[in-house]
């Protein structure tokens, strides 16, 4: 499969783990990044991800997720087209401009999934057409599992 997870995705492994939905996501995302490794999995990068992680304040945390990132075989880059594709997705629904961005580079990548471990864009993703599936890490998990 081939894949791009979003910011927070990369994040989630370094976040409070005493409340169960985030270890249960963590837990998903360390998967999937073990897949890759593996080459079960293709990730893909991108400038918007570059930019997003160079906002994380904790340099700590930054390192540690630029490290997960690293496992990113391909990147997409930016073009016209997708600055286009954002602006038209945050025009038919409530998405913000990053999240958008991000579906962009999904969908121009020729990914299968956008993975996310935000509920709300997720959702928000389901009310409108995309060429990615868009699902949280551990129902990807979940569904690859079940068909392997």
Do not use: W
């Not at 989630?12 to 837990?27: C, G, T, Y």
């Not at 016209?80 to 025009?91: D, P, Q, T, Y």
């Not at 999904?106 to 009310?127: F, P, Q």
């Amino acid at each position: 499969m081939k894949l791009y997870l979003d910011n927070c995705c990369y994040n989630r492994p370094f976040d409070d783990q005493s409340q169960e939905r985030i270890h249960l996501k963590s837990a998903a995302v360390l998967s999937i990044i073990k897949r890759a490794r593996a080459g079960t999995d293709t990730i893909l990068a991108s400038s918007a991800l570059n930019l997003e992680m160079t906002m994380i304040s904790d340099l700590e945390k930054r390192e540690k997720v630029e490290i997960l990132y690293g496992i990113a075989m391909e990147e997409v880059s930016f073009s016209s087209e997708i600055e286009s594709r954002a602006v038209e997705i945050i025009a038919e629904s409530s998405i913000r401009s990053f999240d958008a961005i991000h579906i962009a580079f999904a969908e121009k990548g020729g990914t299968d999934y956008l993975l996310t471990t935000d509920d709300r864009l997720e959702k928000a993703c389901a009310r409108i057409s995309t060429l990615v599936k868009v699902a949280n890490p551990l129902r990807y998990i979940t569904e690859v599992m079940s068909d392997e």
